[in-house]
């Protein structure tokens, strides 16, 4: 059976071609993933990389391995409907092989061994493709400012290694109910001239939908006991919960919503009608057509509204929080910490990080900041003893009592958490040190920003000669904010890139493999009497409804994704704006219905001509 599978896709390879795409993508996306982040390994451990750069290659290792989770999660759906269709179309061809004698095991067994070819192929395209792709990735993550050490490149063995159980996992994970519904073909199908597409889900699919849907369905029912943080994080991981649940019951879902949709248009327009009939009783195109669009639109959605709200949410916690009237920014100039600290300003608390943490003065910092415990006593900070925000506390999981590991002037030390703050990410770091702990690294560190109630100092006169610029509060909370959207954006589009590839090659092979199954049919539409232009316009109206149907439900994940983190944000601070991204979110839809609209209408009037009989 392995033999015919490797002769069976030598033969037959066309229908495995966006199969082969997505895979080579994949393995290379993770190839050079692997790489950077053992480089970034190697990098960080050399002598002479400062806290703060390791701080960076860390951050950029995990965008590069959350890129890496989109895009296979996209693969997967690449895989899945290229090998669907293909055991659609060779009903009668497996129903041969089971009357000569092969055994429902021989059969999946085949199917599998399909994906494992074409895994093959691609693992080493990918590969290759990667390796060659890594130094111009580096040489754009420099020229976007992301990297501030050189990396040392390692050999790419162990990348190729982790990029090979990849592919090869992605390709059986995709093809595995493709084989379960071969193995399930019996020999009278040989003998089939047609059949009926089956749309009620199997069992295994109905569970997994169920429990993929209910879990949402708990999440919004408790959203009175969710935290800012836990929303923030539910907006990135959540959409793909919801994706695979709308999948499991997409030959049910999309069908029925794309008839819905062509109602009002059915009396109007016979293409209309045709179209609205056909998705109505279809059930594996209409599913795959919509299943990369609902999850593109879906998860590139909720994260573009998750980064924003997020933006918004620090935003709103810096103006509660700022007390400080002007903020110095120095410039990296030591003199001007030293001239504030000197002069007879009412207070100046400059901002000194130390490696992941911050040195404080809390009598300062609760003036200029507002720095406030939320639980614990800011006074017992000592020699010992540190603070932590909400959000640190969440995500280590060390809260009021438990011991912090730090790193101070190259020795490890314990600290006891005597106090958990509240959040205000651009106002201070997540763990809170006090100078005597802080080590002599903090007579060495320069203050980036310095928070200043100048009282009536004169603050240019001060400052004549250094590198320092004063803001006032708003001023500067709105350039981080900027400079926060535009880490965002850049952010996106390095997550997002790659995910819009493998939706755009879902799209594609979906719809090359959905007409060649329907040649037949179009032949005999065509014999009717039916034109290419109404042949064209029939493709169009059934494109733009599935795909209308698809993003419809990728909306109502957006929209409910962006309800829970504004819930959540609002009941934390109460003045919080709402900058919702209309512009990326409409180009998202636009660009997925017209690269289907486009791509339907090309290959229905090419594949579709009057000559020819039905067979």
């Not at 092969?102 to 599998?112: F, G, S």
């Not at 959040?423 to 060495?444: F, I, N, S």
């Not at 900027?482 to 890139?497: F, I, K, M, P, S």
């Not at 944000?569 to 997925?592: K, Q, S």
């Amino acid at each position: 059976m392995l033999s015919l599978s490797r002769r069976t896709v030598r033969r037959s390879w066309p229908p495995y071609v966006g199969a082969f795409v997505a895979l080579a993508c994949g393995v290379a996306l993770i190839t050079t993933t692997v790489m950077l982040i053992a480089a970034v390994d190697v990098s960080s451990r050399r002598d002479g990389v400062s806290a703060a750069e390791r701080l960076q290659l860390d951050d950029l290792s995990a965008m590069l391995g959350m890129m890496s989770g989109v895009s296979l999660f996209m693969a997967v759906f690449v895989v899945a409907s290229t090998f669907g269709f293909v055991v659609a179309a060779r009903q009668r061809e497996l129903g041969l092989l089971r009357l000569v004698g092969a055994t429902p095991r021989q059969v999946r067994r085949m199917v599998l061994g399909e994906a494992g070819v074409v895994a093959a192929i691609a693992v080493v395209a990918g590969s290759l493709l990667g390796t060659l792709a890594t130094p111009a990735f580096v040489a754009f993550l420099n020229a976007k400012g992301l990297l501030a050490v050189d990396l040392t490149m390692p050999t790419p063995w162990l990348a190729w290694g982790v990029a090979a159980g990849c592919g090869g996992g992605v390709a059986l994970l995709g093809s595995w109910r493709a084989s379960r519904r071969a193995a399930r073909v019996s020999p009278v199908a040989a003998l089939r001239e047609a059949g009926l597409e089956r749309r009620r889900p199997s069992v295994l699919a109905m569970v997994v939908g169920t429990v993929c849907l209910a879990g949402p369905v708990v999440l919004f029912a408790l959203a009175d006991e969710i935290s800012p943080l836990f929303a923030l994080v539910t907006g990135i991981l959540l959409p793909e919960v919801v994706v695979v649940g709308v999948v499991c019951f997409g030959r049910v879902v999309f069908p029925w919503l794309a008839g819905q949709l062509a109602r009002p248009f059915a009396r109007r327009d016979v293409a209309a009608r045709l179209a609205g009939d056909h998705v109505r009783t279809g059930a594996r195109v209409p599913a795959a057509l919509a299943a990369p669009i609902l999850a593109i639109s879906a998860i590139a959605g909720s994260m573009i509204v998750t980064l924003s709200f997020t933006a918004d949410w620090t935003t709103a916690l810096d103006r509660a929080h700022l007390q400080a009237p002007l903020v110095v920014e120095t410039g990296g100039d030591r003199a001007v910490a030293q001239r504030l600290t000197a002069s007879d300003v009412r207070y100046a608390d400059p901002r000194v990080g130390v490696g992941e943490h911050e040195v404080v003065d809390v009598r300062l910092a609760e003036q200029s900041r507002g720095l406030t415990a939320v639980r614990g006593d800011l006074g017992d900070l000592g020699d010992d003893r540190v603070a932590v925000t909400e959000t640190y506390a969440s995500d280590s999981g060390r809260g009021l009592g438990d011991v912090v590991p730090l790193h101070v002037d190259g020795q490890r030390v314990r600290a006891e958490v005597a106090a958990v703050v509240s959040d205000a990410p651009d106002l201070y770091a997540d763990v809170l040190v006090p100078r005597a702990l802080a080590g002599h690294r903090a007579d060495r560190a320069v203050p980036d920003v310095v928070f200043v109630d100048p009282g009536g100092v004169d603050l240019d006169a001060l400052l004549a000669g250094t590198d320092a610029t004063v803001l006032t509060a708003d001023a500067w909370i709105d350039g981080v904010d900027e400079q926060t959207r535009a880490n965002n954006r850049l952010g996106l589009w390095v997550l997002l890139g790659p995910a819009g590839l493998y939706a755009a090659i879902a799209i594609v092979n979906a719809v090359l493999i959905g007409v060649s199954q329907r040649r037949t049919q179009l032949r005999t539409i065509a014999l009717l009497g039916a034109t290419d232009d109404q042949l064209r316009r029939t493709a169009l109206w059934e494109a733009g409804l599935v795909g209308a149907a698809a993003l419809l439900v990728g909306g109502v994940v957006t929209g409910s994704v962006a309800w829970l983190i504004r819930y959540a944000t609002t009941r934390d601070v109460a003045d919080v704006a709402m900058t919702v991204p209309w512009l990326p979110l409409a180009a998202i839809g636009a660009v997925c219905t017209a690269l289907l609209a486009a791509l339907v209408g090309s290959v229905a009037g090419r594949r579709a001509g009057p000559a020819g009989a039905p067979t």
